[in-house]
């Protein structure tokens, strides 16, 4: 009965959104809709069994946890009020239950790693989660180039990584992704991370000679990247996904003044270390017969 009330309270229109916000103060995204989609059985069951999807993790000491400080909680406000004082109370930012995930990248409600695990999860709502890794990957590129901040320089490749798994499992969103503008954003982060410069040539020099006498050809690529070029490919697999759409395929070729061009971009980019297969195939699908931009990109590539 509850959780049915519960289930009411989220989907009210005026306070429901509320409600749901602290919700998610105790409870992770995914259990939040559950309550919200009902109905209450499934609620209960859902609390009381081990789950672990990319759209939810819970266990039994996560619920023990959150039950034992919700206890707390109120037992604390009881006796304050019993002291007949009048409390200014507000619940935590984030329950204790929810800790342990608490280092865990998640976007749009979505775990990241394990979606990766599991890109063929079905998801609620993919397209928030593709709306939220676009935004969340540009943001971390961006990062990228502070050193004063404090960042994960895996991040942008994780979620590079999910987009392009959320693309190939879901091709329609790439659509999506050129209606939304991301597709210019994109190809200006391209061209940026291509003109970075973020080790000198010497210790690039240096790290290729050390790394010859270890491991297999892959290994040694892989160690000898910067940073800035295992960035710039992520965003070049990206855009390689995306051109299969012939929605992103033209919106590539849409340019404004200042703004690079796709063309001569992905041509420069088949010089990069890692990026020559990429880089063609790319150029390959935007310049299809379908492409009714074709004649400009065509026009890009002659100049």
């Not at 989907?11 to 959104?17: C, E, I, L, N, W």
């Not at 404090?150 to 190939?168: G, I, K, W």
């Not at 041509?267 to 020559?276: H, L, N």
Request: glycine share 8%; aromatic share 4%; proline share 6%.
């Amino acid at each position: 009965m509850a959780a049915a009330l519960l289930g009411k309270l989220v989907s009210q229109p005026m306070h429901g959104p509320r409600v749901a916000i602290t919700l998610a103060r105790f409870l992770p995204d995914g259990l939040v809709s559950i309550i919200r989609d009902g109905p209450g059985e499934a609620v209960v069951v859902a609390l009381e069994q081990t789950t672990e999807t990319p759209e939810l993790v819970w266990t039994p000491a996560m619920a023990a946890s959150l039950s034992a400080q919700i206890s707390t909680m109120a037992s604390e406000l009881y006796r304050e009020q019993m002291k007949g004082r009048v409390v200014d109370w507000d619940v935590l930012e984030q329950a204790s239950g929810q800790q342990e995930m608490r280092d865990e990248p998640q976007v749009g409600g979505i775990y990241v790693r394990l979606f990766l695990k599991d890109p063929k999860f079905p998801l609620r709502n993919p397209k928030r989660f593709l709306e939220g890794l676009l935004d969340q990957y540009l943001s971390s590129i961006a990062a990228t180039h502070y050193e004063a901040q404090t960042v994960d320089p895996e991040l942008p490749l994780l979620l590079s990584a999910a987009l392009v798994s959320l693309l190939r499992v879901h091709p329609a969103l790439a659509d999506h992704v050129g209606y939304l503008g991301y597709v210019p954003k994109l190809v200006g982060a391209v061209a940026f991370e291509g003109r970075r410069e973020t080790m000198s040539t010497g210790e690039i020099n240096n790290g290729k000679h050390a790394d010859k006498t270890n491991g297999t050809d892959n290994e040694s690529t892989e160690n000898t990247q910067t940073p800035q070029e295992r960035v710039r490919l992520s965003c070049l697999r990206v855009l390689h996904q995306l051109a299969a759409s012939t929605t992103c395929a033209e919106a590539m070729a849409a340019t404004s003044v200042g703004s690079p061009q796709v063309v001569p971009l992905l041509m420069k980019a088949i010089g990069w270390q890692g990026g020559s297969i990429l880089a063609l195939e790319t150029l390959k699908r935007v310049v299809v017969a379908g492409n009714r931009a074709r004649d400009a990109l065509v026009a890009q590539g002659l100049k």
